[in-house]
């Protein structure tokens, strides 16, 4: 019963009362209608929302938004000391910039009134009618406002991640203008057609429940041609390449798997059975991932690697984001082994082919976001309602495994559309600010860290001298 039904029964039914009893009465009855959560609030009634929904988004949303920070810890630790600092800064300065650009425009783009099922329109520029109403679009028993600023999180981690393939090398203005451009042009049209009202992907019946396509495949193989076109790091015989504070990686990894169950659980936009599952799902994948990485660090090179950990774990995390909504225990363990495996091999193509992805972006994000969109083809089990009808729930849906042939090749097409609209657009917008302001920082910077040629400071600035 909502607050101000319930009040109104308690005012009728001691209104016939008089004296001091009433009164105490009436008063202690208000207290604890106050006290308790509506059941609804929303603009005109006409939307019921839940507090316990709203609450979990609101919690997943913080959660989501630890990612960045955890990322820049991750790959800080990893590169060089004198360039701690700038590739930190890259991760950091994407939460203002793209949440600057969300409310403006990148949210109405990407999730606002469909235009030929391939991008939203403008009528939410400026989060103008994004209130405290729910959409039925997105989420019926949350505000509006909260989906919006949940979505936020992913627009930001999204391009973060690549900066970890162009790390040590790119101008710092020549990855802001990329950042703005970038999530304007490849992520706000894939977030459309794979989560918008009317995109088109999602109409065909492609699953990708937290971001397989449209966070880790598009940033990942995104990373790669931006690799290619920047080129190598310049490198000295003396100077050692290898990380220079692991502990930080580690660190940034557990904030990693702690912040994505928000990442995950919290895609269900509600506090029900299926973000169980996906908070569930999401761990056991992660687990195995690491394990199984750590095993092949054994077998291959002779010792278990903190980084191979790390690295495996996170692997194991990209896989499963896209499955954890439709995948059981068993797939999670399946789909965390199997990235690990292919991450593993991945990871070694820049050796072979000879192009320098910093901090191996797209052997994890790429590959990994490949490996669990197509495994959800496989391994997608049928999710059951409370009521028992998986129908009712939304998530009615089956895999490979399971004989359905359609959903597999469904996933696999759109793989296919992801990886080729991420690598002509990164091309094509990378090429605009190569062109113009230039990619690449300059021997004399790169040399002596892109810290003090771009920041003009030092992460380490007591031990600058035995750090390089």
Known sequence: MCVNSALAKAVDGLSARSGKVGAFRLIGTIIVLLATPSCAFAQGGSSPINTGDTAWLLASAALVLLMTPGLALFYGGMVRAKNVLSTIMQSFIAMAIISVMWVLWGYSLAFGPDHWHIIGGLNWIGLHGVGVAPDPNYGPTVPHEAYMIFQMMFAIITPALF????????????????????????????????????????????????????VHISSGVSALVL?????????????????????????????????????????????????????????IAAATAALVWVLLDWKVYGKPTALGAATGAVAGL??????????????????????SCI???????????????????????????????????IFAVHLMASDGDPKSSGFYHQGLLYGDVHQFLVQVFSVLVSVCFAVVMTFILGTIVNKTIG??????????????????????????????
């Not at 984001?321 to 199997?338: E, Q, W």
């Not at 972006?361 to 197509?374: C, K, L, R, S």
């Not at 690449?440 to 001298?465: C, I, K, N, P, W």
């Open 163 to 214: 900066s970890g393939a162009i790390a040590e090398r790119i101008k710092f203005k020549a990855y802001v203008v990329f950042l703005v451009l970038w999530s304007t042009f490849v992520y706000c049209p894939l977030a459309h057609w794979v989560w918008g009202a009317g995109g088109w992907l999602k109409n065909m019946g492609a699953l990708d429940f937290a971001g397989g396509t449209v």
């Open 227 to 283: 690799a290619i076109m920047i080129g190598k790091r310049r490198t000295d015989e003396r100077e050692l390449m290898r990380p220079h504070n692991l502990t930080m990686t580690l660190i940034g990894a557990g904030l990693l798997w702690f912040g994505w169950f928000g990442f995950n659980a919290g895609s269900a936009i509600a506090a029900n059975a299926h973000a169980v599952n996906a908070f569930v799902v999401t761990h």
């Open 318 to 339: 990209v896989a499963i984001t896209p499955a954890s909504g439709f995948v059981d225990p068993l797939g999670a363990l399946a789909i965390g082994a199997g990235v």
């Open 343 to 377: 991450s593993f091999w991945a990871v070694g193509l820049k050796n072979r082919f000879g192009y320098d992805d910093t901090l191996d972006v797209f052997g994890v994000h790429g590959v990994g976001g490949m490996w669990g969109a197509i495994a959800t083809g």
């Open 439 to 468: 990619l690449r920082v300059d021997a004399e910077e790169e040399t002596l860290g892109l810290d003090q040629s771009q920041h003009g400071e030092s992460g380490y600035e007591m031990f600058e001298s035995g750090l390089d």
